[in-house]
């Protein structure tokens, strides 16, 4: 599902294998448990890397695998909130290296990173509701609203369903930088971590700040009062 490796201070979280990273109970889990390897070995001063081998960071929630099922779209979309609780918690800089494709759970990931790198060659990010008739989870918009910083780029996310290119998401303010290929983008990631761990910041300190500047976006997260009246929108 996934591995952890750690380079120095570094750790690097890679979804393996060359699917589609859909986002079910088995890669949640495995997700969650490296984490939780992450915050038992960091050290003073850390760096977390989310990566993935092949076309796709992460195509979003596996409703092959839901099949409709209402308790199933819980089941996910409660382990998906638990990760990106656990991803704003983290007591170091994150780094999402987008190496594929990223589509609506699988956006939403990324964008749960302090830092969002993709490559240029292949791969686009997707908010996909819209086109499959939808509704997005209130969640999904408060990360973008806090990562995205410009409302006509925001609108075309969510309200066009855009398939952003790197060149076009580097543009709109949604990713950090753009590379040649996936082995630049992983590259320049560990070199954006690297240069973080350098600064020597307290990653509890750090973990609070985040908390502080992300507050709406965590409450959101935990607020699962939508569920009575909209379960099947969750990607």
Not at 72 to 79: A, F, H, V
Not at 95 to 120: E, I, K, P
């Amino acid at each position: 599902m996934c591995t952890l490796e750690k380079r120095g201070s570094v750790f690097i979280l890679t979804l393996t294998g060359c699917g589609e990273h859909r986002l079910n109970p088995n890669l949640l889990n495995s997700i969650q448990s490296s984490l939780r390897r992450v915050r038992q070995e960091a050290t003073a001063s850390s760096a977390l890397i989310t990566t993935a081998h092949g076309k796709f960071f992460s195509n979003g929630y596996d409703l092959a695998w839901a099949q409709s099922s209402r308790e199933r779209m819980i089941m996910m979309d409660s382990l998906l909130r638990s990760v990106v609780s656990d991803l704003l918690s983290l007591p170091m800089p994150t780094v999402a290296a987008v190496t594929g494709h990223a589509s609506a759970g699988g956006y939403a990931l990324a964008l749960a990173h302090d830092y969002v790198l993709m490559r240029s060659d292949r791969g686009f990010l997707y908010m996909s509701e819209l086109d499959i008739n939808l509704v997005v989870p209130s969640w999904f918009v408060a990360i973008l609203d806090a990562k995205v910083g410009l409302p006509a780029a925001r609108r075309r996310i969510l309200m066009t369903a855009a398939k952003l290119t790197a060149k076009e998401a580097l543009q709109l303010g949604v990713v950090d930088s753009a590379h040649d290929s996936a082995g630049e983008t992983l590259e320049a990631a560990l070199g954006l971590a690297a240069d973080l761990v350098k600064r020597g910041w307290d990653g509890h300190v750090y973990a609070q700040n985040r908390k502080r500047f992300l507050g709406r976006v965590i409450q959101a997260v935990e607020d699962t009062s939508e569920r009575n009246t909209d379960t099947a929108s969750r990607l």
